[in-house]
Nanobody, 120 residues
Framework: VQLQASGGGLVQPGGSLRLSCAAS????????MGWYRQAPGKQRELVAV???????NYEDSVKGRFTISRDNAKNTVYLQMNSLKPDDTAVYYC???????????????WGQGTEVTVSS
């Protein structure tokens, strides 16, 4: 199983970016999908999560600015980030809690991270 994240980059304060993360491999089912971030010198934190039914949850500082969505047919999760602030600068990691063929358990898988820098 691979999670391939893309969409990071350098953006000015107030700008927008859209992150994508596609899961591939012998996937039987995907439960929650989410985005985490880790800023320099800080611990990794949850940014947003979405269940396979579409229920979402956000970290307080991104509510009203970020929107998480998913395309179940494509095993892909997105993070639309608007009104970006310098404090949003971090490496963003996607996460999927999924079950592969041949396994009776689901477990967490991580993408490789995509860097977001918000700076003028």
């Amino acid at each position: 199983v691979q999670l391939q994240a893309s969409g990071g980059g350098l953006v000015q304060p107030g700008g927008s970016l859209r992150l994508s993360c596609a899961a591939s491999g012998s996937i039987l089912s995907i439960n929650d999908m989410g985005w985490y971030r880790q800023a320099p010198g800080k611990q990794r934190e949850l940014v947003a999560v979405i269940t396979n039914g579409g229920t979402t949850n956000y970290e307080d500082s991104v509510k009203g600015r970020f929107t998480i969505s998913r395309d179940n047919a494509k095993n892909t999760v997105y993070l639309q980030m608007n009104s970006l602030k310098p404090d949003d600068t971090a490496v963003y990691y996607c996460n999927a809690h999924l079950r592969v063929f041949g396994s009776i358990w689901s477990k967490n898988y991580w993408g490789q991270g995509t860097e977001v820098t918000v700076s003028s």
